[in-house]
């Protein structure tokens, strides 16, 4: 499967063109009333687009059941795009790009972003699967081969140690709330209530109680809307992989030997180095 660098970041060419990465770079508009959710791949992207959505609909799951995910949260580097441009405001938007290539009109907006990162060896782990539902994406290989190419960066959407420090040096500004999978695992209602809190929106507590029910793994898995079961055939295998796979933390201490974990916690601790965050895995 090629891939194509932009700013020296490798994106797969079957979903992505340099046009468009440069559009919504340098051209797209984000409005003050745009919720942006910012994920790197394999993070809890459809977990959070399945919260605010069902936050921005005050705990009522029609939306997120009759819609599909990618149109209610359409991700603005891909074909969605079109989607995004004809959304009527206040836009729910999806993105896992960095933040070196996120729209540069952000920087004059006051568009609010949630960005959800997640313990990187459950982010890889998950990657290793799903990648292997995709016809026209490299197979990812051995566990130790795929676990290479992602501490090396040479994956879509690059590096997740560039990712994470380019949108954790942005947690001061009022308009970027970061949250982690792990804090959503242990109480997503508390999770619920500070994103509602950053968004300014007041739910009462069956609306929150809705929103965590309606959010919760299996409510996901079975909603057909928020699972991947939308992606058409031709691009997605639904026998290989799967969206909705295991949903909890800590699943890569079943897939790597103490070795592989070493030669990870090695890399992780020379690339995380001065970054001034603690994490609920460190
Ligand atoms: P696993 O493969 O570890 O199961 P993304 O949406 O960024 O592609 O991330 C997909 C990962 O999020 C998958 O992880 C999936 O199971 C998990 N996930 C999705 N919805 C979830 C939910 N409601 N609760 C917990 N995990 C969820």
Not at 59 to 88: C, M, N, T, Y
Request: glycine share 4%; hydrophobic share 40%; charged share 25%.
């Amino acid at each position: 499967m090629p891939y194509f660098k932009y700013k020296g970041i490798p994106f797969s060419t079957e979903f992505f063109s340099e046009e468009t990465l440069s559009y919504v770079e340098n051209d797209f508009q984000l409005l003050d009333d745009d919720i942006v959710n910012a994920v790197y791949p394999k993070s809890g992207t459809h977990w959070m687009a399945e919260i605010l959505a069902l936050i921005l609909s005050h705990g009522d799951p029609s939306w997120v059941q009759s819609v599909p995910l990618w149109e209610r949260a359409p991700w603005i580097e891909l074909d969605h795009l079109k989607i995004a441009l004809k959304k009527p405001p206040p836009r729910l938007l999806t993105t896992h790009l960095p933040f070196q290539l996120f729209p540069k009109s952000f920087l004059h907006s006051k568009a609010k972003v949630v960005y959800t990162l997640r313990n990187p060896r459950d982010a890889m782990v998950s990657s290793y699967h799903f990648i292997k539902g995709f016809k026209e994406l490299k197979d990812p290989g051995t566990v130790e081969e795929f676990m290479e190419r992602f501490l090396s960066g040479e994956i879509d959407f690059g590096s997740w140690f560039d990712h994470v420090k380019g949108w954790v040096e942005m947690k001061e500004r009022a308009n970027i709330f970061i949250n982690t999978y792990e804090e959503l695992q242990q109480d997503l209602r508390g999770s619920v209530q500070k994103i509602c809190h950053f968004l300014g929106k007041e739910l009462n507590s069956q609306q929150i109680e809705s929103v965590v029910e309606n959010a919760s793994f299996h409510k996901m898995k079975d909603n057909k809307m928020s699972s991947s079961s939308t992606t058409p055939e031709n691009i997605f295998d639904h026998t290989k992989a799967t969206l909705m796979r295991k949903g909890i933390s800590g699943d890569w201490k079943n897939f790597l030997t103490v070795a592989q974990s070493e030669r990870f916690d090695d890399a992780y601790w020379k690339r995380m180095h001065g970054v001034n965050m603690t994490f609920p895995w460190d």
